[in-house]
């Protein structure tokens, strides 16, 4: 299996693992999202039985902007001397996506354990899986606005960086994550309720 890893992709950032040393006991390689099912049942077919992560990366500076990422492992089926069960053949498959909303196939069917991995990708990055059996948030409430993980999320979260501030949030004698109490608490939640109810400038 030949390793991707070298070539940069297009737009303005490099593609990372081309900037990483090279992994002695993993292959790299970028499939595209047309090719990924196909490649995945292949690795499957050759003994690549273990699925051991999926996860997903937001560079929102590089086009494609994400990689949705499958870490394989390849265990020996037949009797196995100690040395050849402790060095197992690895493989690491990178798929970049793009667009607002983006979507590769769900590979759920060929490794079980890629069920609640898929969700969570679904969930913090906004990225869906065709034929995913239950796909649906697993970290966030289910009204829940947006996907923490990618890069362009507002700190505060969506909601919250919709309500305001308040004029007294800033103060320099105040220890950082001190919680509010006393007056300044009852100051705090009057504002808060005045710019709900629409009263403040």
């Not at 297009?10 to 999202?33: K, M, N, Q, T, Y």
């Not at 402790?86 to 769900?106: E, I, T, W, Y």
């Not at 060929?110 to 239950?134: K, M, N, P």
Request: net charge neutral.
């Amino acid at each position: 299996m030949p390793s991707t890893q070298t070539p940069p992709l297009a737009g303005a950032a490099i593609d990372p693992p081309s900037l990483r040393p090279p992994i002695d006991d993993a292959v790299i390689e970028r499939v595209e999202p047309e090719t990924l099912r196909a490649r995945l049942s292949a690795l499957k077919a050759e003994g690549y039985s273990m699925l051991l992560d999926l996860g997903a990366v937001d560079y929102s500076e590089r086009t494609p902007r994400f990689d949705v990422v499958y870490h394989l492992l390849k265990m020996p089926v037949t009797p196995s001397s100690v040395e050849s069960v402790g060095k197992p053949a690895r493989v690491r498959v990178l798929c970049g996506v793009n667009g607002p909303q983006p979507h590769v196939p769900s590979v759920m069917d060929l490794w079980r354990s890629a069920d609640w991995a898929e969700r969570e990708v679904f969930d913090l990055f906004g990225i869906t899986f065709d034929g995913h059996a239950d796909l649906r948030r697993i970290q966030m409430p289910y009204d829940w606005e947006g996907h923490p993980l990618r890069k362009d999320y507002p700190a505060r979260g969506a909601a919250r960086e919709r309500s305001p501030r308040p004029s007294f949030a800033n103060k320099s004698n105040v220890q950082a994550g001190t919680p509010a109490s006393g007056r300044t608490l009852e100051a705090l939640q009057e504002q808060v309720k005045r710019a709900r109810e629409g009263k403040l400038p």
